[in-house]
């Protein structure tokens, strides 16, 4: 079959740009180029330069994998995204994407591009763990690989911190205005968050740019969202069958997505409007919402359902008590959330739950399960606090929280064993269920800067979480999920 290289005789049913993508230049430098920068933020600019043209396509950037450069650069940027959701699926060929690179292998383009005038955005998706902030200071985290090498070495950068310290310290040499960073990843404040880490990373390393870093950058915070499960042979199949071509850079994910943006961009920024992006001055809110809404239903469905031999959301949601404990989940949570002028959390809730139930999409409980040290705090232990605070109840956040303590103990009621996948595994590892509940509890909330201390201390919610997990050892997680549903 031919390769996806122009868009030329498509099939009449496949999307395709409405503008002439080679007309157009790069005007951002995205860093962690996977497949929800290909999903969101790409889509996105697609429908804004349809809209409104400019200079605004994207250079991808992986950190270290080779692969989604190996696969988008034979077919000139060209990509499949597949939406799939009740009502079809819908192919769409995405030409927003300019060229991808990868640091390791094309250092010299990814470093030119950073200091390129034309540049006027760097974008991050690097997921919670690649920033290698420390949560509790806001500053760096000196253990972090990346920081660790960038710190020794910051004329040779590999990390996100380095990267862009490095750049604006080039930029501001050779007089060009800096580019504004716009993180797109699942952190609370993550505008703030960025800004604050790269201002540490300067301190030790150039301390002449703290300044220039805090007063001149724009660090606008965005709450991003539309699920997107990693990409299997099925997708690629499936890929084939609709635009018969073939597209290794292929991904696939739900027809939902949203996106809310402060608006900062100084240096000016693609009508993302076109494509449904929300421009609010202060995106705070609806980035609670998400996080504690979304993404801590999530991570409960995720450890509980795997832990009960669920391989995908979809089968969390088909089993009666789980899905149950989701829509409690999403009560709880929502009850921890100030009013948000024309959300309605209900009605945000039940769409969560449709959304979850797809059974068009292969989302798996273990790709969410992943790195649950860094999801836990903004997710689940920030709901937790505020329902303490407010004297409502904290079952349902023990229970994630118990769902979690059990899942690091690496292997399910059946004996078999599974990788944590959590850049804190090392931590986590001692955590196995021939000590004591409680031992297990206080290792895993005792972790530094993980769980706030006045919900670490607080008897209720440590008796709740201790009870929760003794369950699951007792009775298995299915007989606990089953006690806790009634
Ligand atoms: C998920 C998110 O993997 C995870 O932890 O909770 O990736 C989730 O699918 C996205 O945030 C949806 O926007």
């Not at 703030?192 to 990373?201: C, G, V, Y």
């Not at 007063?215 to 890929?239: H, K, Y």
């Not at 009666?320 to 829509?327: F, H």
């Not at 292997?411 to 944590?420: A, P, R």
Request: proline fraction near 6%; charge should be negative; glycine fraction near 8%.
């Amino acid at each position: 079959m031919a390769r996806l290289t122009s868009l030329d005789a498509l099939p009449p049913t496949v999307q395709k740009p409405a503008y002439t993508p080679a007309a157009h230049g790069a005007g951002i430098v995205h860093i962690g180029f996977g497949a929800f920068h290909k999903a969101h933020q790409a889509v996105y600019t697609d429908e804004a330069l349809a809209a409104s043209g400019g200079d605004w396509r994207i250079i991808g950037v992986s950190l270290r994998s080779p692969e989604p450069a190996q696969e988008l650069t034979p077919q000139g940027g060209l990509f499949t995204v597949i939406e799939r959701s009740a009502s079809g699926t819908q192919a769409r060929v995405i030409g927003s994407v300019h060229s991808a690179l990868c640091l390791s292998t094309d250092r010299g383009a990814v470093l030119n591009a950073l200091v390129a005038p034309e540049t006027r955005i760097v974008s991050l998706t690097v997921t919670e763990k690649g920033y290698g902030v420390n949560r509790s200071t806001g500053g760096i985290d000196p253990a972090h690989p990346a920081i660790k090498a960038d710190l020794a070495d910051p004329a040779n950068p590999q990390g996100v911190a380095g990267l862009l310290v490095w750049a604006l310290g080039q930029r501001r040499k050779q007089g060009t205005p800096p580019f504004t960073v716009l993180s797109c990843d699942n952190l609370p404040e993550n505008g703030a968050l960025t800004r604050s880490l790269m201002i540490d990373f300067a301190r030790h390393t150039a301390p002449e740019l703290i300044e220039y870093i805090a007063t001149e950058v724009a660090f606008p915070s965005s709450m991003v969202d539309r699920i997107t499960p990693a990409r299997t042979d099925a997708t690629l199949a499936l890929v084939e069958e609709l635009i018969d071509r073939h597209d290794a850079a292929a991904i696939e994910c739900e027809a939902f997505r949203q996106w809310v943006i402060e608006d900062h961009f100084p240096t000016g920024r693609p009508y993302w409007e076109a494509g449904g992006a929300i421009f609010a001055p202060d995106i705070t809110p609806y980035e609670a919402m998400k996080l504690r809404m979304l993404n801590g239903t999530h991570s409960m469905l995720a450890y509980a359902g795997f832990l009960c031999g669920h391989k995908y959301v979809r089968d969390v949601m088909a089993d009666p008590e789980l899905a149950t404990l989701v829509e409690r989940y999403l009560k709880a949570a929502a009850a921890t959330l100030d009013p948000l002028d024309g959300v309605d959390f209900e009605v945000y809730a039940r769409d969560l739950a449709e959304r979850f139930r797809n059974t068009h999409l292969g989302h798996e409980t273990y790709q969410i399960a992943m790195d649950g040290s860094e999801k836990m705090p903004q997710r689940v232990f920030a709901a937790a606090l505020v329902a303490l605070r407010r004297g409502q109840s904290l079952a349902l956040f023990a229970f994630a929280t118990a769902a979690w303590i059990r899942y690091t103990f690496g292997h399910g009621d059946d004996g078999s064993v599974y990788v944590l996948r959590d850049p804190r595994q090392a931590e986590l590892a001692p955590n196995h269920d021939d000590q004591g509940v409680a031992t297990a509890v206080d290792h895993v909330l005792g972790l530094p800067g993980l769980c706030p201390s006045e919900l670490r201390t607080n008897i209720m919610w440590r008796s709740l979480v201790e009870d929760f997990v003794a369950r699951m050892k007792s009775v298995g997680v299915a007989g606990a999920v089953k006690e806790a549903a009634r």
